[in-house]
T-cell receptor, first 115, second 112 residues
Framework: EPEVTQTPSHQVTQMGQEVILRCVPI?????FYWYRQILGQKVEFLVS????????KSEIFDDQFSVERPDGSNFTLKIRSTKLEDSAMYFC?????????????FGPGTRLTVL | QKEVEQNSGPLSVPEGAIASLNCTYSDRGSQSFFWYRQYSGKSPELIMS????GDKEDGRFTAQLNKASQYVSLLIRDSQPSDSATYLCAVHPGSGTYKYIFGTGTRLKVLA
């Protein structure tokens, strides 16, 4: 069964460093998303991406964040200068909007730890 | 501010019983509703989606939607210890947005 994959599974970085989180969405999906979940809190929407551009972003997704689809398979989230409060699980998701629905399927996540 | 509310639990049920999980949402225009299961330290796994008022059954799971009451529920029949997890309710508010809004989740414990 097709699935979303993410790398790395765990990333440890120093405050102020740049990190890139990688995702391979399900191959026939056209809509891609990043969510994050701080330990013990809700899953929060960051950004959605369609047709090679951002379709929607949340207040969390400020100038420190960017997304890119550098080739036909990968979808990346870059955090330019990490802060302690960026420590969280980051989930990539993908979906294919159809007449019957818009189910989003999540990858296994990347645990980001900022020291 | 669009909200999705769930009782955080834990909800404890004996093995073989029916577990009933509830969710309310604030945006009356919401179109699509989803239940995810999340084991500790893992990612959300889609269990059910529901788009119309009424019941939708899939194996041991039944989702129920009442748009007038802005209420979604998930019933798990013949609960198993492996069902012990946090169940997340997610709502897609409708046209004009792509995001899901998640509740905090209800932790379910199925006691053997």
């Amino acid at each position: 069964e097709p699935e979303v994959t993410q790398t790395p599974s765990h990333q440890v970085t120093q405050m102020g460093q740049e990190v890139i989180l990688r995702c391979v969405p399900i191959s026939n999906h056209l809509y891609f998303y990043w969510y994050r979940q701080i330990l013990g809190q809700k899953v929060e929407f960051l950004v959605s991406f369609y047709n090679n551009e951002i379709s929607e972003k949340s207040e969390i997704f400020d100038d420190q964040f960017s997304v890119e689809r550098p080739d036909g398979s990968n979808f990346t989230l870059k955090i330019r200068s990490t802060k302690l409060e960026d420590s969280a699980m980051y989930f990539c998701a993908s979906s294919d909007w159809t007449s019957t629905g818009n189910e989003q399927f999540f990858g296994p996540g990347t645990r980001l730890t900022v020291l | 501010q669009k909200e999705v509310e769930q009782n955080s639990g834990p909800l404890s049920v004996p093995e073989g019983a029916i577990a009933s999980l509830n969710c309310t949402y604030s945006d009356r225009g919401s179109q699509s509703f989803f239940w995810y299961r999340q084991y500790s330290g893992k990612s959300p796994e889609l269990i059910m989606s529901i788009y119309s008022n009424g019941d939708k059954e899939d194996g041991r799971f039944t989702a129920q939607l009442n748009k007038a009451s802005q209420y979604v529920s998930l019933l798990i029949r013949d609960s198993q210890p492996s069902d012990s997890a946090t169940y997340l309710c997610a709502v897609h508010p409708g046209s004009g947005t792509y995001k899901y809004i998640f509740g905090t989740g209800t932790r379910l414990k199925v006691l053997a």
